[in-house]
Nanobody
Framework: VQLQASGGGLVQAGGSLRLSCVAS????????MGWFRQAPGKEREFVAA????????YYADLVKGRFTVSRDNAKNTVYLQMSGLKPEDTALYYC?????????????????WGQGTQVTVSS
């Protein structure tokens, strides 16, 4: 299984970006997917997750109302639409595939990770 994230970049505060993560190997629609981020000097933190069908989504409180996670199972792709970006959103963003678990926000419940895409928000 390989996960390839893209779409990061430099954006001004208040701007928007859409991250994409394309999965190869395995049956994409069989797995929930998540997004995490890690800022320099900080631990990796949960951002958002989406169920296998895409019907159910989960968000960290810090991004709720500003970020939207979605997926297209026909394209083996999960997205993270980010708007109202703030400087504190600056981080390396990772997509990940979840194991069969009841938890969505724990990084230990994800067994495949993409390489990360950098998001930098200037003030």
């Amino acid at each position: 299984v390989q996960l390839q994230a893209s779409g990061g970049g430099l954006v001004q505060a208040g701007g928007s970006l859409r991250l994409s993560c394309v999965a190869s190997g395995g049956t994409f629609s069989n797995y929930a997917m998540g997004w995490f981020r890690q800022a320099p000097g900080k631990e990796r933190e949960f951002v958002a997750a989406i169920s296998r069908s895409g019907v159910t989504t989960y968000y960290a409180d810090l991004v709720k109302g500003r970020f939207t996670v979605s997926r297209d199972n026909a394209k083996n792709t999960v997205y993270l639409q980010m708007s109202g970006l703030k400087p504190e959103d600056t981080a390396l963003y990772y997509c990940a595939r979840r194991v069969d678990s009841i938890y969505y926000s724990r990084s230990n419940d994800y067994n495949y990770w993409g390489q990360g895409t950098q998001v930098t928000v200037s003030s």
